[in-house]
């Protein structure tokens, strides 16, 4: 760490934290309380040399010994983003959580806020497994969105939140398939049905619609396949999803020109492609680098 980037660096030893016994507090005797730059530069040495745990405790001291401090709001925070790089999630949301609530009105809420977020996105798990924290990532970064909208972290959130959305919707697709290839078609419509009208700008509408469209045929709802076939049609007509209903319903092949096949009136909104970008992944945040332009600036 640069001379520019703290007033100094000190190598001093954590305190030792007080322990309870039988419900008494015991004093360590080695405590010895330090100056408020002294403990916060420590935490920041500790945080720079990957100590995050480490890192998280020192800036819980500098609250525990300067509780008045401006260093002491700060250390709250960073104690939360410690936690989250040590990849103690639960911590780092209690962390973030507990700043918000003493601070309701401070500048750095809406990176508590993010920071939630963050915690919760980096668990998600693939769509076999269960999406709790899906749905809780999901929730923080609407917060986010909708309380502080004007922040730099809302453009983020906002990729994030179609990803989330993304990845509920796969979700449904794979419980849908799964009761498609059981015969359950009535079942594999409902979730196929949720994907399509609640999931609407994620990248999985397209073959809920063909799903849709083979659910109905088996089902012998002929109608509800052509219309659903030809909701696909008008949304995405060169798809090869809409390639296949339009060959299930027909029972031919889509024209080469695309225009000249014959659809059903739709009625339905139109679902909406994707925004470009959206499909990377979007685990590239800038959490890491705004927190450390923040402490020294």
């Known amino acids: 760490m640069s001379d520019g980037w703290r007033a100094r660096a000190l190598l001093l030893a954590l305190p030792v934290a007080l322990a309870a016994c039988a419900g008494n507090q015991v004093e360590d005797q080695d405590y010895v309380e330090r100056p408020v730059d002294e ?15 480490s890192a998280a405790a020192s800036f819980d001291e500098v609250e525990r010994q300067h509780p008045y401090s401006q260093w002491a709001t700060r250390g709250q925070l960073m104690s939360a983003f410690a936690l989250y790089r040590a990849e103690d999630y639960a911590q780092a949301v209690n962390a973030a959580k507990r700043f918000i609530e003493l601070h309701p009105g401070h500048k750095d809420v809406p990176y508590a806020h993010y920071l939630i977020g963050m915690s919760y996105y980096d668990q998600i798990s693939d769509v076999g497994r269960d999406q709790k924290m899906t749905q809780d990532a999901l929730q923080a970064f609407e917060e986010l969105i909708r309380r502080y909208p004007e922040s730099d972290y809302a453009q983020d959130a906002k990729l994030k939140v179609d990803l989330t959305l993304d990845n509920l ?17 009535v079942a594999a419509v409902n979730r196929f049905r949720t994907v399509v009208e609640k999931y609407q700008t994620t990248s999985h509408v397209e073959e809920a619609l063909h799903r849709l469209t083979e659910s109905y045929v088996a089902l012998g709802v002929r109608d509800e396949a052509q219309r659903t076939a030809a909701v696909l049609g008008s949304n995405y007509p060169k798809s090869s999803w809409y390639r296949d209903s339009y060959a299930l319903v027909t029972g031919k092949p889509l024209p080469p020109n695309v225009a000249e096949a014959p659809r059903p009136e739709v009625t339905e909104a139109k679902a909406q492609a994707p925004a470009d970008g959206q499909a990377d992944g979007g685990r590239s945040g800038f959490l890491g680098k705004s927190i450390f332009e923040y402490l020294f600036n």
């Open 39 to 53: 403990l916060y530069n420590t935490a920041l040495d500790q945080l720079q040399e990957g100590q995050n745990r």
């Open 169 to 185: 919707a796969g979700k449904e697709m794979s419980i849908g398939r799964y009761y498609q290839q059981q015969g359950k078609y």
